[in-house]
């Protein structure tokens, strides 16, 4: 009997990189990598920069940015899995437990989780707004990271929607709960798995203002991959969540409402939260009746090759 190394192909997303299974450890070594492709596509559109016209580089450049930075962090696990999968059990990045539902109510169910999280989400960050306005200097911070995401998604709509709600929710949740969080799950407490990955998907965002967000529907997108296994859950939760807020960038009667507090007379707000806040519990409670297979949740093994 003869073990071998699978093959694998660095762009696979799932299946080549089922063997990596970093710890908390591993979850720096590939924050350090992103940040290295971050710093290196800089780099390249720099470059580029000298050779094209700079509205060019505007419009489009962040499409090439995006998907280099991670494009190390996917070779380093790509290679560590390909090394692992000699004598280690592997985890898949994608399952499909929807216990007692079927597929097409799950992923109704998730677009109404995401909307509720949404609306959910909305008061904590504007608390965290207001609580920016009462200090100068992070009130100047503010201004500035806003200006400069608007720099981000500037581009023709095309362009923007492609970048935040394609590109981000496939390379986000194939380092943050693909990698991170599956990793987590198989090395300590789910709370503690879920949390962890939620702070670290905040902390790639590299502002507070996106950060406390993050962290909130990263806590949701967690326990979904959790009970479900499903990457493109919550893939889903992602686009829904930057689709939406790209679409409502587009209408001029919305320009200048950050918040849906700001979009409605109080008593409406209020209505919409408590409703919101029900339907997000509602939702939820969906998920945990989804039975769990194991305690690191129905994430399926991969089974090694062998001759």
């Not at 492709?37 to 090439?64: E, T």
């Not at 950060?211 to 893939?235: D, E, H, R, W």
Request: glycine share 8%; aromatic share 14%; with cysteine.
């Amino acid at each position: 009997m003869q073990l071998r190394a699978r093959k694998v192909n660095n762009y696979d997303l799932y299946a080549n990189h089922a063997w990596y299974v970093p710890g908390v450890k591993g979850m720096f070594v590939l924050l350090g990598w992103f940040l290295i492709g971050s710093l290196f596509a800089s780099m390249v559109i720099g470059v580029v920069g000298l050779l094209v016209p700079k509205q060019v580089i505007i419009d489009y450049g962040n499409l090439v940015m995006y998907p280099l930075s991670f494009l190390p962090a996917m070779v380093y696990a790509a290679q560590k899995s390909q090394r692992n999968s000699i004598f280690e059990t592997g985890y898949k990045l994608n399952s499909s437990h929807f216990g007692p539902y079927s597929g097409w109510f799950i992923g109704l169910i998730t677009v109404l989780l995401t909307i509720a999280t949404m609306i959910s989400a909305d008061l904590p960050n504007y608390l965290n707004y207001q609580w920016t306005l009462s200090i100068p200097w992070m009130k100047e911070a503010y201004d500035m990271v806003m200006e400069l995401l608007k720099q981000m998604t500037g581009g023709p709509f095309w362009s923007s929607f492609l970048l935040t709600a394609i590109f981000a929710p496939v390379f986000e949740e194939w380092l943050c709960r693909g990698m991170v969080l599956r990793g987590l799950l198989t090395k300590m407490k789910p709370g503690w798995a879920i949390v962890v990955s939620a702070l670290f998907f905040a902390l790639i965002h590299m502002n507070p203002w996106q950060a406390l967000n993050a962290f909130i529907i990263g806590l949701v997108m967690g326990y979904v991959y959790y009970k479900t296994g499903s990457l493109l859950l919550t893939m889903l939760i992602h686009f829904v969540n930057n689709g939406t807020a790209v679409v409502m960038s587009q209408i001029p009667s919305l320009e200048g409402y950050d918040y849906w507090i700001d979009m409605m007379g109080r008593n409406t707000y209020i209505m919409v939260y408590i409703i919101g806040v029900a339907a997000l519990i509602g939702c939820l409670l969906v998920f945990r009746r989804i039975p769990l297979e194991q305690e690191r949740g129905n994430i399926d093994t991969v089974t090694l090759n062998v001759d």
